[in-house]
């Protein structure tokens, strides 16, 4: 099935600064990814999505690259605040045709210090 | 609107016992998945419906797990007997077509289960 991980567990910075969190996937093939954020005693809650078409996508103060040559992808918070505090988690579908459920990674806890 | 909505959000049971986790998904949407969260194996895919008809439950863990969606609009996921291994948080999640289309998964609060 697709795989996808995170590099760094953790991740603190300063308020204000911008964050990078990273994530790789196995499978070449993948055309879809998630980014989610989770907070303290709640359940994943949709960031921002990007199609393998695409190498670029922005919301409000956040942006995903993908980079397919090296099956990558990342998400930048612009102006870290500290409700960012949260673990992130990229997901990719699974690998079967038509399939329409998720793999998530481990997730990045980011900590966001005032 | 009224998100995916799990009942209990908590639970501490004896081990042995039979715990079981309910989920009513946002009207209109036509998947639901279960996941299960621990700090050893993250987030993971248990089983998900599509109208109501499972599609996928090679995430289950054993037969001691299982998963019914009797309407569009209610799951239940049991475990009988309960195993202090089973300790997690269980999420429950519905997108109108599973993530295709671009479709958003959203996720419940989540159940807390406490196996002692």
């Known amino acids: 099935g697709e795989s996808v991980g995170l590099h760094l567990p953790t991740l603190s910075v300063q308020e204000g600064d911008n964050s990078i969190i990273n994530c790789a996937y196995s499978n070449s093939a993948s055309d879809y990814f998630i980014w989610y954020k989770q907070e303290s005693g709640k359940g994943p809650q949709f960031i921002i999505d990007i199609r393998s078409n695409m190498d670029k996508r922005q919301g409000q103060r956040v942006t995903v690259l993908l980079n397919k040559t090296v099956k990558h992808l990342s998400l930048q918070i612009a102006a870290t605040q500290p409700g960012d505090s949260a673990v992130y988690f990229c997901a990719a579908p699974g690998d079967q045709t038509g399939a329409n459920n998720l793999f998530f990674g481990t997730g990045t806890r980011l900590t966001v210090i005032p | 609107d009224a998100g995916v909505i799990q009942s209990p959000r908590h639970e501490v049971t004896e081990m042995g016992q039979e715990v079981t986790l309910r989920c009513k998904p946002i009207?209109?949407?036509?998947?639901l998945f279960w996941y299960r969260q621990t700090m050893m194996r993250g987030l993971e895919l248990l089983i998900y419906f599509n109208n109501n008809v499972p599609i996928d439950d090679s995430g289950m863990p054993e037969d001691r797990f299982s998963a019914k969606m009797p309407n569009a609009s209610f799951s239940t996921l049991k475990i009988q007997p309960s195993e202090p291994r089973d300790s997690a948080v269980y999420f429950c999640?519905?997108?109108?077509?599973?993530?295709?289309?671009?479709?958003?998964?959203?996720f419940g609060e989540g159940s807390w289960l406490t196996v002692v």
């Open positions: 999640a519905s997108s109108a077509k599973g993530h295709i289309s671009g479709n958003t998964i959203y």
């Open positions: 009207s209109g949407h036509n998947s």
